[in-house]
């Protein structure tokens, strides 16, 4: 009997540790994106890159912001462009207030999902 586990592909931080994301693909076509740290306008690209490569290959995405203390409203309008973009496949993890009410705010709520467990 073969068990499969959550492979992670890619890490990428900054050199000063304020800003990172982690992919996880998980076996059953689903991946994670995982940020932490300050998600500010110089990481709006880096971003909009990951979640775009990971929404393409993957039947769904979970995008945990339950590392992020700050978001600037650009990325947060990143994420949910991709969510048109690729109707159906985003949910957003963001138990810290302050992420949550910038995603509110932009009319995006309805992308939070309750709590995740990876």
């Given amino acids: ?16 540790g304020t800003f990172g994301l982690d992919t996880v693909w998980n076996p059953d076509g689903s991946s994670v994106l995982r940020a932490f740290g300050e998600l500010d306008m110089s990481t709006r690209a880096e971003v909009v890159h990951t979640l775009d490569r990971l929404a393409s290959k993957s039947a769904r995405v979970t995008v945990d912001l339950s590392g992020v203390s700050f978001v600037y409203s650009g990325v947060a309008n990143a994420i949910i462009d991709a969510t048109y973009v690729h109707p159906g496949k985003i949910d957003v993890v963001a138990p810290a207030r302050s992420v949550r009410m910038v995603l509110e705010v932009l009319g995006a709520g309805s992308l939070l999902v309750g709590t995740f467990r990876s």
């Fill in 1 to 16: 009997m073969s068990t499969s586990t959550a492979t992670m592909e890619h890490t990428l931080q900054d050199d000063d």
